[in-house]
């Protein structure tokens, strides 16, 4: 393991992600984390983090000092780098000009931590502080035009600090050295494998679960799909998966999703048909937020009734991932056994808790991984690509594309016209230049014409939106032909609707959903 010391930079779980991209098992800690805690840890390498804080402020969070008599490699990037260097008696000053976006890196020792990392190759810069003096043994690396220590080293003593964030993707000489540090400096193994974490995660399953029953939500999704087959090869049929459909799903979607289990992969899904109760828990609502709840309160309902009649059960499988459990570190723990409770379905399903005596006990083999590792996993255990690659898709589903009242008729038509959204970007083999590609309804009508009847009907919203994680957003930019043919096939083909229409506004100040 190589542990990241978090002064809270928004890099510390990227830098993560990128140690294990070696293979290397890597984990975000307490910048508060003490020597003599890692010591026990054992760490091949300790990483510090970036963070928001000049190091000079009042109350600038501090390591343990004692860290660099571990004999263990050190690499502090950025705020991590210039607190190094201030403990260790160099200096540190606000630099007259800061140093923000790419920047060439002047290499002037290409051993080392800059092995096979390019003279000139662009880094990424993002400080205001600079070193202004080397602690006793060290010695300079690489600068930049604007930064006289870009990189430095105690090569003895294997202490190393860069200015740059190598873990961003701009930062094309980052992987390079980021091997060098994991590999030569700190001579860690690459044995962070998916088979390894299969193996190791089915043993630790039966073991915390021996031979009682387990639970589990299934979505529809990566995560919850790859955790019920990991949890059904550790334990089989203590396992019970359970399958809520709301009536919000897109076309064709539950019925697969239980055929794919059942028939494919041999597992058996307790499909619950929840749709009538939804559309009467939302009926005459229009409210978006008070949708939302509703379709909440649904869910737990629907959730307790049914794992009563199926159980009892003693664990609950949760996809729950790792940036989860950094996010909500140390909280919902049973402050007796220590062990995580569920007092919080995953957000996906939009549930605000679950009552206390349905307190089950959790089981989360996801719990180290990232996204992208989960999706790794699921195609090793065979999942199809149209689950791995899946867009995301909000728990409450079509309600909250549907504006105003929900309908069985407004659904049927929205389903009808989201498929054929789906057809043609997949006919085109385009589906991954989208972070989501989906139509939305509107509950208003407006006049046109087919043939020689006047027709008064629905609109169709088409929102296309690339995007890198959600937070921010643009339309995309596609071909008229594309919009031309989903236009003329929902007009054509929905009855109901009469007008297509494309969302042209970036998130902010739109948001991705409609609601
Ligand atoms: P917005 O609409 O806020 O959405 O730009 C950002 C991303 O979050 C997804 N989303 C949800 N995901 N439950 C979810 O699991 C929800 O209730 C929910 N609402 C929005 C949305 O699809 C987009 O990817």
Redesign the pocket.
């Known amino acids: 393991i190589i542990v990241i010391l978090d002064f809270g930079s928004q890099y510390s779980e990227l830098i993560a992600r990128r140690i294990r991209e070696t293979q290397v098992y890597s984990e975000v800690i307490s910048y508060r984390t003490t020597a003599e805690q890692l010591r026990q840890l054992n760490p091949k390498g300790i990483i510090l983090s970036g963070g928001p804080s000049s190091v000079y402020d009042q109350g600038a969070p501090q390591c343990d000092p004692e860290i660099w008599q571990l004999g263990i490699p050190v690499l502090g990037v950025c705020y991590g780098m210039q607190l190094m260097v201030q403990q260790l008696g160099g200096e540190v000053e606000r630099a007259d000009r800061g140093e923000y976006g790419k920047a060439a890196l002047v290499i002037d020792d290409p051993t080392d931590l800059l092995t096979n990392v390019d003279d000139g190759t662009t880094m990424w810069m993002s400080h205001g502080d600079s070193v202004t003096k080397l602690p006793d043994g060290f010695e300079l690396l690489a600068h930049t035009d604007n930064t006289s220590c870009a990189a430095i080293a105690h090569h003895e003593r294997k202490l190393y600090g860069v200015q740059f964030h190598p873990e961003v993707v701009h930062s094309l000489g980052g992987m390079p050295l980021i091997r060098n540090f994991v590999y030569h400096i700190c001579q860690a193994e690459p044995t962070w494998t998916t088979a390894a974490f299969v193996e190791q995660s089915i043993r630790e399953i039966r073991a915390k679960v021996g031979d009682k029953r387990v639970l589990l939500a299934l979505s529809g999704g990566v995560d919850s799909s790859t955790l019920a087959f990991l949890m059904h090869r550790a334990i089989g049929d203590q396992l019970t998966c359970m399958f809520i459909d709301q009536g919000f799903m897109r076309k064709y979607e539950p019925e697969r999703l239980v055929k794919l289990f059942e028939e494919q992969f041999h597992i058996n899904v307790a499909y619950v048909n929840a749709r009538e109760r939804f559309l009467a828990a939302v009926d005459g609502i229009t409210d978006p937020e008070e949708k939302?709840k509703r379709i909440g309160h649904e869910f737990i309902r629907v959730f307790e009734e049914e794992s009563r009649r199926l159980g009892p059960f003693d664990y609950l499988a949760q996809g729950t991932l790792y940036p989860d459990v950094i996010e909500s570190a140390d909280t919902n723990v049973d402050p007796k056994t220590g062990e995580r409770v569920a007092v919080k379905i995953?957000?996906?399903?939009?549930v605000g808790g679950l009552p206390k005596d349905l307190c089950f006990k959790l089981v989360e083999p996801l719990r180290k991984l990232f996204k992208d590792e989960v999706r790794k996993l699921g195609r090793s255990v065979g999942l199809p690509e149209e689950i791995v690659q899946r867009?995301?898709?909000?728990?409450?589903g079509l309600a909250?594309r549907i504006l105003g009242e929900i309908t069985e008729e407004r659904l049927e038509i929205l389903r009808d016209a989201d498929l054929i959204v789906r057809q043609e970007i997949n006919r085109r083999g385009i589906y991954h230049d989208f972070?989501?590609a989906f139509a939305v309804l509107l509950p208003v009508r407006s006049v046109g014409v087919m043939g020689d009847q006047r027709t008064y009907a629905y609109p169709i919203v088409l929102r296309l939106v690339s995007?890198e994680d959600?937070?921010t957003?643009d339309w995309s930019r596609v071909p008229y032909d594309l919009l031309e043919t989903i236009s003329n096939r929902i007009v054509n083909e929905v009855p109901g609707v009469n007008r297509v229409v494309y969302d042209i506004t970036s998130?902010p100040p739109?948001?991705?959903?409609?609601?």
């Open positions: 939302r995953k957000s996906h399903h939009n867009h995301p898709f909000p728990g409450p909250i972070w989501q995007s959600g937070m957003a998130k739109g948001t991705i959903e409609w609601e």
